[in-house]
């Protein structure tokens, strides 16, 4: 009966490779599951609701991040501000205008290698350039810039990915329909391109919110809370990435793990906020 | 009967690729003119240099001429906007934007400057049912486009499409990835159009040429190889290669 359906061979190095896959998913997602419960192990017993409302100060006695927390949300949406509509819109002109497409693929490289540069060289590049040469010095603004330059890459990166990934025929029956390029554009391309737009837009906000390296020289470390809103920009300040390090630093574990408890809540937060949206703009789902 | 568009030794390359060559071509009003030939014979190329969808191919060049109205469409003073205003296009694969079917029909008039809601709530009404979907549609305006059957959105494509009151209207077989039932709803819907615009079709299927066309072009290797009433043209062809196509020896 060597011919039977019924003749099933035991393929061991099927059965051996299952194992080694299964063996990897587990260490990476155990590897998620330990970091986060260790953070939350240490962090929750120090956790008191003080620390989000007050500000370090010796005279007062009072440990505190809220400082840290406003100006992590300061140099989020500053960095997001500036470097949203130059990234967006570059990544437009290089999909939809640019005509030339050997510079288009230079600059889509380049854009590439930009990425890959370690964050303490743009902390370098922005304290020289924006800090001395324009004379923001330490500040907000000049960590925002920095910051800028930074994530510049992944917005327009996921931007130019998202409209290409636009269908031909929407472009076609828009502009066949009379629409000027730039009306297409604004009404079919972008709004079909939202959830990737967005999803460029939530990854930068993660590496803002991790990034330390890039600000250590150039938003600083000051921790005191905004005197006026909008001056704040040009003060030094030190984001809970920042915090968190000069914490270590002094050995202050307890506060280090509250703080590192809060950035994991943030980028979490993020994470979910990201999906949420990506459906929820997705034009091309029915419903 | 009155010539709409008239192509005059129109020559089109892609890069180096001759792809329609010295192509004269009369399209009558109010009739609809079908354009048939095996794939690859510059039929489409051809239906496309009407409403200057060329434009956005890289490296294309065209030497000759396409009248609209005894006015050159390859002028440089021709405001595109106004030129697919009149000439719409529908084209082979159903394309409706990822939006609700209201705003897809709105889509044109609201290019061309109008906002007044009621204006648009009657244009959609109107295309609608010129295009023989609001029956199906009207109680579901709001909802996606892309929730609708094949047939249904090329309708909806054609609706689109009347909306901004075109003259001329091509399309690119436009039945092509639709069942039987949705395209003999569509053939019936031209015939019923022609009455107010000028039709032009690209169609790989020759009996739809022959039921619904008044008139027929034979394209082949971008030569327009001959061009004459429908009857004509399928039951006593002037040319060899059209005989042979016609009847099946090739293509």
Same mark, same amino acid.
Request: aromatic residues 10%.
């Given at each position: 009966m060597e011919n039977s359906l019924f003749n099933k061979k035991s393929r061991i190095s099927d059965k051996i490779l299952n194992i080694l896959i299964q063996f990897s998913t587990l260490i990476s997602v155990s590897l998620l599951v330990v970091i986060i419960g260790y953070i939350c192990i240490r962090g929750i017993p120090c956790f008191r609701f003080d620390y989000l409302i007050n500000t370090t100060s010796i005279l007062k006695n009072t440990v505190g991040i809220l400082p840290n927390?406003?100006?992590?949300? #300061?140099?989020?949406?500053?960095?997001?501000?500036?470097?949203?509509?130059?990234?967006?819109?570059? @990544?437009? #002109?290089?999909? /939809?205008?640019?005509?030339?497409?050997?510079? *288009? /693929?230079?600059?889509? %490289?380049?854009?590439?290698?930009?990425?890959g540069i370690p964050s303490i060289i743009y902390g370098l590049f922005g304290m020289l %350039?924006?800090?001395? $040469? %324009?004379?923001?010095? #330490?500040?907000?603004?000049?960590?925002? $810039?920095?910051?800028?330059?930074?994530?510049?890459?992944?917005?327009?990166?996921?931007?130019? *990915?998202?409209? /290409?990934?636009?269908?031909?025929? =929407?472009? /076609?029956?828009?502009?066949?329909?009379?629409?000027?390029?730039? =009306?297409?554009?604004?009404? *079919?391309?972008?709004?079909?391109a939202i959830p990737g737009v967005l999803t460029g837009v939530i990854l930068a906000m993660g590496r803002i919110v991790a990034e330390s390296a890039a600000l250590l020289f150039t938003a600083g470390s000051v921790s005191a809370?905004?005197?006026?809103?909008?001056?704040?920009? %040009?003060?030094?300040?030190?984001?809970?990435?920042?915090?968190? #390090?000069?914490?270590? @630093?002094?050995?202050?574990?307890?506060?280090?793990?509250?703080?590192? $408890? *809060?950035l994991i809540i943030i980028v979490l937060a993020l994470n979910f906020i990201a999906k949420w949206i990506s459906q929820k703009f997705d034009v091309n789902k029915v419903g | 009967m009155d010539i709409k568009i008239q192509a005059k030794h129109l020559n089109l390359f892609y890069g180096t690729k001759h792809a329609l060559k010295d192509v004269d071509l009369d399209i009558k009003k109010n009739a609809i003119t079908a354009f048939i030939g095996p794939s690859g014979c510059g039929k489409s190329t051809f239906l496309k240099t009407l409403n200057r969808m060329n434009d956005y191919v890289k490296n294309v060049k065209i030497t000759g001429e396409v009248t609209l109205d005894k006015e050159n469409i390859y002028d440089s003073r021709v405001d595109t906007t106004i030129l697919r205003k009149k000439v719409g296009m529908v084209f082979q694969q159903p394309n409706p934007f990822p939006m609700s079917i209201y705003d897809n029909v709105a889509y044109g008039p609201r290019i061309h400057g109008i906002k007044n809601k009621k204006q648009l709530d009657d244009i959609v009404e109107r295309s609608l049912k010129a295009a023989a979907l609001y029956d199906e549609v009207a109680d579901r305006l709001h909802t996606s486009a892309l929730g609708l059957s094949g047939g249904q959105q090329q309708r909806l494509c054609i609706a689109r499409c009347l909306a901004v009151e075109p003259e001329v209207i091509l399309l690119d077989e436009p039945t092509s990835a639709l069942d039987p039932i949705s395209t003999l709803k569509?053939?019936?819907?031209?015939?019923?159009?022609?009455?107010?615009?000028?039709?032009?079709?690209?169609?790989?299927?020759?009996q739809q040429a022959s039921r619904i066309a008044d008139y027929t072009a034979f394209f082949l290797v971008g030569e327009m190889v001959e061009y004459g009433k429908t009857n004509d043209v399928f039951s006593m062809p002037k040319d060899k290669r059209t005989e042979d196509y016609i009847t099946g020896r090739f293509g």
């Open positions: 927390i406003i100006n992590t949300i #300061y140099i989020i949406l500053l960095t997001l501000i500036i470097a949203g509509p130059i990234g967006i819109g570059g @990544a437009i #002109y290089l999909n /939809e205008y640019a005509t030339n497409k050997k510079i *288009v /693929e230079i600059i889509s %490289f380049t854009t590439e290698v930009l990425a %350039f924006f800090g001395n $040469l %324009f004379n923001l010095s #330490y500040s907000i603004l000049t960590g925002a $810039l920095t910051l800028s330059i930074m994530v510049l890459p992944i917005i327009s990166r996921n931007t130019q *990915v998202a409209l /290409e990934a636009v269908p031909k025929s =929407y472009r /076609e029956a828009a502009l066949g329909i009379g629409a000027t390029k730039w =009306y297409m554009i604004r009404t *079919v391309l972008l709004p079909s809370l905004p005197i006026n809103i909008f001056s704040h920009i %040009f003060s030094s300040g030190g984001t809970l990435t920042i915090q968190l #390090y000069l914490e270590m @630093a002094k050995a202050h574990y307890e506060v280090a793990f509250v703080i590192a $408890l *809060v | 569509i053939e019936e819907l031209l015939m019923e159009l022609k009455q107010k615009y000028t039709i032009a079709i690209v169609t790989h299927n020759m």
